[in-house]
């Protein structure tokens, strides 16, 4: 039976936590710990080649992908190599969920058009800061996330036959 003194939430709501929880970030979080976020979304469109912030910007904001295609991409020398494609449903900007983070790859909008949810960094503390097992449990998907980052690196390392310095990371 459900409690009639527990929470309702509107039809749109309902919507975005649909959303949110197929994102890898939010997916261990209850629906009245997604509901926090709603009020700090900004929902922003971008067309193709719009940078949405360069490599060693300040990390100022979260951004989960609504529609579209974003590309992140490193520098090198006077070009951009793409590392991944981002797509509906995914994620970005994650070490905004750092305190004094720095980006570490620049985000590019690759489709004709991008709509991105953006959470801005000051709101993520907020809740962290009022809501601890929120902060937990997204540190705890931030964790996995870079894990399976330095796995995928490790496996790259190996086919290339090492043709790349793996001690410059840890450097």
């Known amino acids: 039976?459900?409690?009639?003194?527990?929470?309702?939430?509107?039809?749109?709501?309902?919507?975005?936590?649909?959303f949110l929880g197929q994102i890898k970030f939010f997916e261990s979080l209850k629906n009245k710990e997604m509901a926090r976020f709603i009020p700090a979304m900004h929902h922003r469109k971008?067309?193709?080649?719009e940078v949405v912030f360069f490599s060693k910007d300040p990390s100022q904001a979260f951004y989960l992908v609504k529609s579209g295609a974003i590309?992140?991409?490193i520098d090198?020398?006077?070009?951009?190599?793409?590392i991944i494609?981002?797509?509906?449903?995914?994620?970005f900007g994650e070490n905004s969920l750092l305190e004094n983070a720095?980006?570490?790859?620049?985000?590019l909008i690759e489709s004709?058009?991008?709509?991105?949810?953006?959470?801005?960094?000051?709101?993520i503390q907020e809740i962290f800061d009022s809501n601890p097992k929120i902060k937990a449990k997204m540190m705890t998907s931030l964790t996995e996330y870079y894990n399976q980052n330095n796995q995928r690196l490790f496996r790259s390392y190996r086919e290339?036959?090492?043709?790349?310095?793996?001690?410059?990371m840890f450097e």
């Open 1 to 18: 039976m459900r409690n009639p003194f527990s929470k309702t939430y509107t039809e749109a709501e309902e919507q975005m936590f649909r």
């Open 46 to 49: 971008y067309v193709k080649d």
């Open 71 to 73: 590309s992140l991409t």
């Open 76 to 82: 090198i020398k006077d070009s951009f190599e793409t």
């Open 85 to 91: 494609e981002i797509k509906k449903g995914e994620a």
């Open 102 to 107: 720095k980006r570490t790859y620049t985000a």
């Open 112 to 123: 004709e058009e991008a709509e991105l949810i953006v959470i801005p960094h000051f709101a």
């Open 160 to 168: 290339s036959f090492g043709f790349f310095s793996l001690r410059q």
